[in-house]
């Protein structure tokens, strides 16, 4: 069995404390992959994870080994296991069409995506610049709508062989383990680690910005939070992130949830007959 990292985080170099990556002792017990694969300056989009994630499962197949899809990116994971394609992108397109936001707003924009697609109109909040932009882009670099994309999103056909578990807790235990995790990234350094990936690698990529907490300990360094502040911050992010991930989860039928870790293993490996 080998373990493949479903998580953008984790991927990136340097990023460790605050992504409470497995240590070098633990990876040395079992090959891991997908971790330490990108630097923060680089951008990691579910499409480039797609690709790499895929063929790490195939090279562990064809060793004759099982793949352990370990994380909690829904988007990751559905990425890998299930058929989602991820229309390209183009920098010129998608800065043409973000200045053209800036210029005349986001609700003119809405409005043209609503005659562009009006289905993807439904699904994207007015004020979501981004997604608008995007949604444009893809209809204007693929001549297709950008809701055609969704298809696959509305079934649950995975391309493999898959058991899929879930670990879940009372939310009171879930926040209460949260803010102790986050406690114990303060003890284990993440301030420094934070000012010193930011002196080896700058800028960091819009994705590696995204990564939950990394930006608030930024704006400690830069004197605009105090520590207190950006960590009761990251607490509160990080407690809607995870009530968020449950909802992505509970919707597909193929996980089968588990509140003790050594239940959910032994159901892995009678299923997996190993």
């Known amino acids: 069995m080998q373990i493949v990292g479903v998580d953008s985080a984790t991927a990136y170099r340097g990023m460790d404390v605050g992504t409470s990556k497995p240590t070098a002792a633990e990876r040395g017990q079992v090959p891991h992959h997908l971790f330490d694969v990108v630097d923060p300056t680089e951008p990691l989009t579910a ?8 063929r790490a499962v195939a090279e562990i197949d064809r060793q004759g080994e099982v793949p352990l899809l370990v994380g909690g990116s829904g988007l990751y994971f559905r990425a890998v296991v299930d058929p989602l394609e991820f229309p390209g ?3 010129t397109v ?20 609503q005659q562009v697609d009006p289905e993807a109109a439904e699904r994207i909040h007015p004020a979501n610049v981004r997604r608008t932009v995007r949604a444009l882009e893809v209809a204007e670099l693929t001549g297709e709508k950008f809701s ?3 298809t696959a999103w509305d079934r649950w056909e995975s391309i ?16 209460r383990r949260i803010d102790e995790r986050v406690d114990r990234y303060i003890e284990q350094g993440w301030v420094h680690e934070v000012a010193n990936l930011r002196s080896v690698a ?12 990394y930006a608030l300990i930024l704006d ?15 607490k509160r992010r990080t407690r809607k992130y995870a009530r968020r991930q449950l909802r ?23 299923r997996l007959g190993r």
């Open 220 to 234: 400690h360094l830069d004197g605009k939070l105090s520590l207190q502040e950006a960590v009761e911050e990251v």
């Open 47 to 54: 499409a480039d994870y797609q690709i790499r994630a895929r």
């Open 89 to 91: 992108t183009d920098a």
């Open 248 to 270: 992505w989860f509970k919707f597909d039928p193929r996980i089968e949830w588990f509140e003790d870790p050594d239940s959910a293993a032994q159901h892995l490996i009678q």
């Open 160 to 175: 493999y062989d898959l058991t899929a578990v879930g670990l879940r807790s009372p939310i009171e235990e879930l926040d």
């Open 148 to 150: 055609s994309y969704r």
């Open 94 to 113: 998608r800065r043409r069409l973000q200045d053209r936001a800036d210029s005349v707003g986001s609700d003119a924009m809405y409005r043209l995506l």
């Open 202 to 213: 700058w800028p960091w990529s819009a994705t590696a910005h995204q990564v939950l907490g």
